[in-house]
């Protein structure tokens, strides 16, 4: 009996104490395989558990920036002489209301940076999760079938491979499997003609605003309601003058691929109400198209978004609509649009003017409490070193920007510009935008380069004050 007794209180004394572990080493936890698992050592007393505070949310108010820290941060490179005679900066915390760095006059030339405003005003009235309708509907004669645009910013004419779509984002829809699915609503088999309608858009396919070569020198397509690869033709360089054309052509060719006998060339048409449906493909929700769009800076996918803007706005899908609902929408925000001139959806015009504090504002709503419809904004654009339009930049300039800077690039001949967010050392974001509109044309890539070094400049600084206490 006193055997036993003291084997059991051997063992619980082994188990409560680990005697095996401590005094055996073979028997204790590897450090490299089970860390987790390593005793401490003898006589060390830790505290007791507690709940730890909690981290700081989105909705938490970021430090003020101290003014005189990002001046002497970014003065420099924005002193550039390549950067031309009108140079802008603006930074300010991610708190509306929070005291504003600001160089120059403000009003700038926007360039691409406007697909911010854009996206914004598209995020904020329809909602990231709106997807869009391409459809196929009975035509007014016995095996007429059309094609009904819906404005996808994203249409594309056939399915992704498997190994394109591990590497696309967001996913597509597009009309070849569309057809596949109107085929066998047409019972597989017989003669159809091809009509398509465009009419969801309407006004000019190539905006007044715009240079008059844009078109004509395939730097964008006409804008559509109904385009397949943002117009560009198969042969992945010309753009196509009639895109709701090339489209519902890719459509007719995939009929014919099903077996069905396509007769003539598709015609242009518009659908009654109330048209029999066949077949849809919705497109990917809106918040990742505006991600899609922001990552790689796509001006016919920014149109097509600016259009649906004026479609929800006031019920007309053109480039004036579009830029009117915008402007609207923003101001429906609470942010300032005062004296701010917008003409497209992309940047491509050069008549737009916009201020710097309409996009800190922008940028602000979007981090803040009230920002999650607009959140695409921040998580679509590039980041420094690593994605989009980004990738191959900031290779001058503070290493630690890379990653550390996300923002829109702003690109037209004699401008270069940036927006976007910048995380300092003290682990603060920061809005800001940087930009020029006088470069000349031999200091290109000296003014870009300038203007990733602010930024960069931003990201290496400790710029934000102290919390108080």
Known sequence: MVLVLALLAAGVGAYR????????????????????????????????????????????????????????????????????????????????????????????????TTKLLTLGAALATLGPDQTFTTRAVRGERPREVVLVGGGDPLLASKPLTVAEADSTYPARADVT???LEAAAALGGTGRVKVRFDDSLFTGPTDNPAWRRDYVPDDIVSPITALMVDSGIEPDGEARSDDPSLAAARAFAEALRATGLT??????????????????????????????????????????????????????????????????????????????????????????????????????????????????????????AGFTGSLTYRFAEGPAVARGLVRAKTGTL???????????????????FVFAADRVQAEDKLDAQEAIDRAAAALAACRCSAPAAG
């Open 262 to 383: 396509v007769v003539g060339d598709p015609e242009r048409v518009v659908v009654p109400p109330g048209a029999e449906e066949l077949a849809a493909v919705e497109s990917a929700p809106l918040g990742e198209i505006a991600e899609r769009i922001l990552d790689v800076s796509d001006n016919e996918g920014a149109e097509v978004v600016g259009h649906q803007v004026g479609l929800a706005t006031s019920g007309t899908g053109s480039f004036e609509a579009g830029a009117a609902g915008v402007l609207g929408t923003l101001r429906g925000l609470g942010i300032d649009v005062t004296g701010d001139e917008v003409y497209d959806g992309s940047g491509l015009s050069r008549r737009n003017r916009v201020s710097t504090t309409t996009l800190l504002a922008l940028l602000q709503h979007a981090a803040g409490p009230d920002g999650d419809p607009v959140r695409s904004l921040l998580t679509g654009m590039p980041v």
């Open 413 to 431: 001949t004699g401008v270069h510009a940036l927006a976007g967010i910048a995380v300092g050392r003290d682990g603060e974001p920061m809005a």
């Open 177 to 179: 499997s569309l057809a």
């Open 17 to 112: 104490f680990e005697w095996g572990p401590r005094y055996l080493p073979g028997l204790a936890a590897d450090p490299v395989t089970e860390p987790e698992a390593v005793l401490p050592p003898a006589g060390l007393d830790l505290p007791a558990w507690a709940t730890p505070a909690p981290v700081a949310g989105a909705d938490d108010a970021s430090a003020p920036i101290v003014a005189d820290k990002v001046s002497a941060a970014v003065t420099p490179d924005l002193a550039d002489p390549d950067l031309g005679t009108h140079v802008v900066g603006a930074v300010t915390s991610l708190t509306p209301g929070s005291e504003t760095w600001t160089s120059g006059d403000g009003r700038y030339l926007p360039a691409s």
